[in-house]
């Protein structure tokens, strides 16, 4: 599989993830509870371990706070952020036709 963009979408009023700041990759210091650090402050990010520092540096990521809670994301959001990044294998399924008409 190859990526070639990611994106991390938080909930304003998550309160599953914790902290809500790991949906963009963010986390905790080591051995710590605080702060929280910003995803490009983490190992995950400075070693690359999942092409996110390679992705972002090639300005491929997008970080986009939405309101709501855990995937409580709204149909505009949705459009607004998520369609955008689908691509089509082959003819459109119904569904995301019927998705992008509404």
């Known amino acids: 599989m190859v990526v070639d963009a990611a994106g991390g979408g938080e909930f304003e009023d998550d309160a599953v993830l914790i902290p809500r700041e790991t949906a963009w990759f963010g986390y905790y210091p080591d051995g ?28 491929r990521v ?9 995937l409580s994301i709204s149909r505009s959001d949705m459009k607004k952020y ?7 294998v082959g003819s459109p399924t119904q569904g995301i036709r019927r998705f992008l008409s509404t």
């Open 32 to 59: 710590a509870f605080s702060p929280v650090q910003p995803p490009q402050k983490t190992k995950l990010y400075s070693e690359d371990w999942i092409g996110l520092k390679t992705l972002n540096e090639a300005g």
């Open 82 to 88: 998520v369609v955008p990044y689908l691509k089509s």
């Open 62 to 70: 997008k970080f986009v706070s939405v309101p709501g809670g855990h």
